[in-house]
């Protein structure tokens, strides 16, 4: 957990989840999630008494299923309509689960949801974008911008307002060529007509 983010009780509004070990996570934050997901098979029982005590909905789920459990999560908040998805917690450990999580930002995209999804740990931001064009403003610690193709390719990048700027770039998969970038005006933007790319913003 050495890389998950400060977590601070949430604004009104603000719905939480928690999967798995971060139900239990979040609890000891003083953060009552509205829904809890998983199998939990990392927690103790100590532990998941202490979670149903806490949580009203707790959704339990067999081990062994075709979704992770922090897919089953993220299918029931799309659900919520919200304008935006924030995943603390889900970088560090396993880089299959990492990988797994990388999925679930670009899954709902092909299937044209709207609601923008974001990794977060303590040094990263990560999230995925469709055809368009997008705007990047200055985040403190976060000095880094990078933009990596998941498709086969992305056509007509092009960035204005960052210290490497592009016009019209074919970016094909398997490309670094837009790695560790950096804003140099107040913001920056970034639009492409093809593909969908990551974009990662980060800090050493």
Same mark, same amino acid.
């Given at each position: 957990?050495?890389?998950?983010?400060?977590?601070?009780?949430?604004?009104?509004?603000?719905?939480?989840?928690?999967?798995?070990?971060?139900?239990?996570?979040?609890?000891?934050?003083? !953060?009552?999630?509205? =829904? =809890?997901?998983? @199998?939990?098979?990392?927690?103790?029982?100590?532990?998941?008494?202490?979670?149903?005590? =806490?949580?009203?909905?707790?959704?339990?789920?067999?081990?062994?299923?075709?979704?992770?459990?922090?897919?089953?999560?993220?299918?029931?908040?799309?659900?919520?309509?919200?304008?935006? !998805?924030?995943?603390?917690?889900?970088?560090?450990?396993?880089? @299959?689960?990492?990988?797994?999580?990388?999925?679930?930002?670009?899954?709902?995209?092909?299937?044209?949801?709207?609601?923008?999804? #974001?990794?977060?740990?303590?040094?990263?931001? !990560?999230?995925?974008?469709?055809?368009?064009?997008?705007?990047?403003?200055?985040?403190?610690?976060?000095?880094?911008?990078?933009?990596?193709?998941?498709?086969?390719?992305?056509?007509?990048?092009?960035? #204005?307002?960052?210290?490497?700027?592009?016009?019209?770039?074919?970016?094909?998969?398997?490309?670094?060529?837009?790695?560790?970038? #950096?804003?140099?005006?107040?913001?920056?933007?970034?639009?492409?007509?093809?593909? !969908?790319?990551?974009?990662?913003?980060?800090?050493?």
């Amino acid at each position: 957990m050495e890389l998950l983010p400060e977590l601070v009780p949430a604004d009104e509004g603000d719905i939480w989840a928690g999967v798995d070990r971060g139900v239990f996570t979040l609890l000891s934050k003083g !953060i009552v999630p509205q =829904a =809890a997901f998983g @199998d939990f098979d990392s927690v103790s029982p100590e532990e998941m008494m202490k979670i149903r005590e =806490a949580v009203k909905k707790v959704r339990l789920f067999n081990p062994e299923k075709d979704e992770t459990d922090m897919e089953l999560a993220i299918i029931w908040a799309l659900k919520q309509e919200p304008e935006a !998805i924030k995943i603390y917690g889900g970088t560090g450990g396993r880089l @299959d689960h990492f990988f797994g999580n990388v999925q679930l930002l670009i899954g709902p995209l092909l299937k044209g949801a709207s609601t923008h999804i #974001e990794l977060i740990d303590s040094r990263n931001i !990560i999230y995925a974008k469709g055809p368009g064009a997008y705007t990047v403003l200055p985040l403190e610690n976060m000095k880094y911008v990078s933009f990596v193709p998941v498709t086969s390719h992305i056509k007509d990048l092009t960035l #204005e307002g960052f210290k490497y700027p592009l016009k019209n770039k074919y970016v094909p998969l398997g490309s670094t060529l837009c790695i560790s970038n #950096e804003l140099n005006h107040d913001y920056g933007t970034f639009s492409f007509t093809e593909g !969908i790319i990551m974009v990662i913003r980060s800090h050493d």
